[in-house]
């Protein structure tokens, strides 16, 4: 029987293995078409000699820059090339507290009928001000031309479309907010397609829709060669710290959907994001996807569906399955009662006892309670020797596939070593009932709680129940009571093999883009998912025989090892895939102190950084209430110009009103100008939890602005202005706190001092991110309450 088993097994593995590699090459961008392919079709290279023409000079483009009005003004005349009429919107937006001056590029391709409704395809310009942002977004702005040049050659669609090239999102998605607020095309667009990257390799995932989910899935389903998507990509995003000008489009209630592609994210944000590093693959499944996905909405007969929800996923980027997420629950619910009735028929039939399922489902959670402690203890092993960044940074590293190798060893160990301690008392029936039936109910609690997860618990369950069933046909025919527990015959197998293909292969995609999306946090998950899998093949396990029980066990621990040992002995960072390290220097002309500051993501200093200036060992807030950390060291005087707060008109007493306070409360409320004296291009007020701010306005030259401020951990308050104006911005603000305020002001330009001595001496695994390099001047204001006259 044992060698019955150890067939089972042998033919589970090699099949889980097979899903494997089916994964690994489905999951891939297409080739990219030439530069001379067919005019109608989408051409990476097209697309890629725009991109170098763009952003490869490699210069960063804020919103507000010099480089990003160059990059505006050649976006524009490519597009009248085309034969459009591109149109430029500015105007003074604020969005959670950041506010900036973004300029949109707008350009319209009529329909073939008079209906107004319109489709709209956008992508941003904009860049961080670390990198030149080839890949986010230059590549998506690239594809839009491509397009555009397409669709200006094809009969016009049914709805017209508008073309948007935001500016600002990096800043905070303020060139969205604009043309939604205030663009007059923002209410005849009813769907957008959205092209953004957090990375810059891989295939184009389509992670979020507009609420008429059932409607857009279907449309998805028919227009897409290549889908690569599923309805967990959605929970994954929204536990994610990162926006994008979606965000904006779907609370104006556009339908449509957002694609980006997450590859090589350890160059997202970072001067690495450059138009040598632009995959071609990538830029071509992105253009594939925009260009089927906007013909489909522009061609749909009505942009107006009802909101539904629909779950779906693709089958190994060929097919997409869809069903009503309605129906999740009942689909559940049914394969649970399908999974009781063949439990009470083995039980019944004397197959299998109360005790064996009992004892089976102890080894199912034993075993994933274990495999997932073992895989984070590993985690916080590593963290803790500095091997691996602290979780709350960026925590990728350079060699992560002895990670990979590692959490998926855990997984099968724990699976092994859970059969192999229970094997006798759980037996194959034991194992088989309580892992089926966790899942069952795994799927019905998933169904109720994220049904966009449901699919994968569900098709598992299922895969159980409707495996299983010619064997109970069989058991209920035989008239004798027999303990049928030989795991070789065909019907035996079917229930063990059936669920542990079908779950493997649900969760392999889910995998593949795991770690890009969530760093270190991805290897217990992925344990955690794996055994949900390995729970599966429990029945084998314990069928097979003890020897290869054993064997099964010191190669998943031998795995599991080495894979530990190769991420202790490799190199956390390399020079392409480096730390992120951002160097600034700080001058603060009240307290006199200048500061070099330095914030690593590993939260460790690098030698030679500690040998360029006397770095404290220990970090501390960047500000006062400020959530991030940096190491400080002394630094040179520079006597920069300081940031200018100015009381424009004497304190006044305001009664409040507002949600924030009850009516009647009285509130002080200072009318203030803010100004950056050595034309930095961005300044910050901090206002201190004290404060209680309950209003804020921005006088702009469109009129009032009125704005909610982001909210640091401390209760401290953030007004965050980008492409400072020359002349500075007014606002009011009203206080309800006690009084005086002292509020922290400062203004930073995208560059560091000093001839860059101590950039010099970032290390070649480092490199600057995000915001990048800063100066940054730093000033303390009190505002008293008004003078007693
Ligand atoms: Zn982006």
């Given at each position: 029987m044992a060698a019955a088993g150890n067939r089972g097994l042998a033919l589970a593995l090699a099949g889980i293995a097979l899903l494997l590699t089916a994964t690994l090459a489905a999951y891939r961008p297409p080739a990219p078409l030439a530069a001379?392919?067919?005019?109608d079709a989408f051409s990476a290279y097209r697309a890629a000699a725009i991109l170098q023409d763009l952003v490869g000079d490699g210069i960063p483009h804020p919103i507000g820059s010099p480089a990003g009005a160059r990059m505006r003004e050649a976006i524009v005349k490519r597009l009248a090339a085309l034969g459009y009429a591109p149109r430029l919107q500015s105007g003074f937006v604020c969005r959670d507290g950041v506010c900036g001056n973004p300029v949109n590029i707008v350009a319209t391709l009529g329909g073939s009928t008079d209906d107004k409704d319109a489709v709209m395809l956008a992508a941003h310009y904009d860049s961080v001000p670390a990198g030149p942002g080839a890949s986010d977004d230059g590549a998506a702005v690239a594809a839009l031309l491509e397009i555009a040049r397409i669709l200006a050659a094809r009969p016009r669609p049914l709805h017209p479309i508008v073309l948007l090239l935001t500016d600002g999102e990096e800043a905070g998605l303020l060139g969205a907010t604009l043309f939604v607020q205030q663009h007059p095309l923002s209410k005849q667009v009813k769907a957008a397609v959205n092209l953004d990257a957090r990375g810059t390799s891989g295939p184009s995932l389509m992670f979020e829709t507009g609420t008429a989910n059932a409607w857009l899935m279907r449309l998805y389903g028919s227009a897409i060669a290549r889908p690569i998507t599923n309805s967990l990509y959605f929970v994954v995003y929204k536990g994610l710290p990162n926006d994008t000008d979606f965000t904006v489009f779907k609370a104006a209630a556009y339908q449509g959907f957002n694609f980006a592609f997450i590859g090589d994210?350890?160059?997202?944000?970072?001067?690495?994001?450059?138009a040598a590093n632009a995959s071609p693959s990538s830029i071509q499944h992105q253009g594939d996807n925009a260009l089927a996905a906007l013909s489909a909405l522009a061609n749909s007969p009505t942009l107006h569906s009802p909101i539904a929800e629909s779950i779906f996923f693709d089958g190994f980027a060929r097919a997409l399955v869809v069903w009503p997420a309605a129906f999740a629950l009942p689909a559940a619910l049914l394969s649970l009662g399908l999974l009781l009735a063949e439990a009470a028929i083995l039980l019944r039939r004397g197959a299998v006892t109360l005790r064996e399922i009992m004892w089976g489902g102890v080894g199912a959670i034993c075993m994933l309670v274990v495999g997932v402690a073992l895989c984070a203890g590993l985690l916080v092993l590593l963290i803790a020797v500095g091997k691996l960044p602290p979780r709350d940074g960026g925590s990728w590293i350079s060699q992560p596939v002895p990670m990979h190798v590692a959490a998926a060893a855990i997984a099968l160990l724990a699976a092994a070593g859970a059969s192999h301690w229970l094997a006798q008392r759980a037996t194959f029936w034991g194992y088989w009932a309580a892992a089926a039936l966790l899942g069952a109910l795994l799927s019905v609690a998933s169904a109720v709680i994220i049904p966009g997860a449901s699919f994968v618990p569900l098709l598992g369950a299922a895969a159980a129940g409707l495996g299983a069933l010619p064997f109970m046909v069989s058991v209920i025919r035989s008239r004798a009571r027999s303990r049928t527990t030989d795991a070789a015959a065909p019907t035996a197998l079917l229930p063990a093999l059936l669920p542990a293909l079908v779950t493997f292969a649900a969760l392999f995609p889910l995998l593949r883009f795991l770690y890009p999306a969530l760093g270190s946090l991805a290897w217990p998950v992925s344990t955690l998912l794996l055994g949900l899998g390995a729970a599966t093949l429990l029945p084998l396990l314990a069928a097979a025989g003890d020897r290869a029980r054993r064997q099964v066990i010191a190669t998943a621990a031998l795995f599991a090892v080495g894979g530990a040992l190769f991420t202790l002995g490799l190199p956390t960072y390399s020079a392409d895939w480096p730390e992120r390290i951002n160097l600034e220097y700080w001058w603060d002309p009240d307290t006199g102190q200048s500061h070099y500051l330095a914030r690593c993501d590993s939260r460790r200093l690098p030698a030679a950084l500690t040998a360029a200036a006397r770095f404290d060992p220990v970090p501390r807030p960047r500000?006062?209430?400020?959530?991030s950390m940096a190491f400080y060291a002394p630094a040179p005087k520079l006597e920069l110009a300081a940031p200018e707060l100015e009381l424009r008109a004497q304190p006044d007493s305001v009664s409040q009103s507002t949600a924030a306070s009850p009516a009647g409360s009285s509130a002080t409320r200072y009318v203030l100008h803010l100004r950056s004296l050595r034309g930095a291009p961005e300044a910050l007020v901090v206002f201190p939890a004290s404060a209680q701010v309950v209003d804020i306005v921005l006088a702009t030259a469109s009129g009032p602005v009125r704005t909610q401020l982001s909210r640091l951990w401390s209760g401290a308050t953030l007004l965050d202005i980008v492409?400072?104006?020359?002349?500075g911005v007014a606002f009011s603000v009203d206080v309800a706190g006690p009084l005086p305020v002292t509020v922290q002001v400062f203004d930073q330009s995208y560059d560091f001092p000093q001839g860059g001595t101590l950039q010099r001496a970032r290390p070649p695994y480092a490199t600057s991110s995000q915001d990048g390099d800063l100066t940054v001047v730093h000033r303390t204001v009190s505002l008293y309450p008004a003078a007693d006259r």
């Open positions: 001379n392919a067919s005019p994210v350890g160059r997202y944000h970072t001067p690495l994001d450059s500000f006062a209430g400020g959530g492409s400072l104006p020359d002349a």
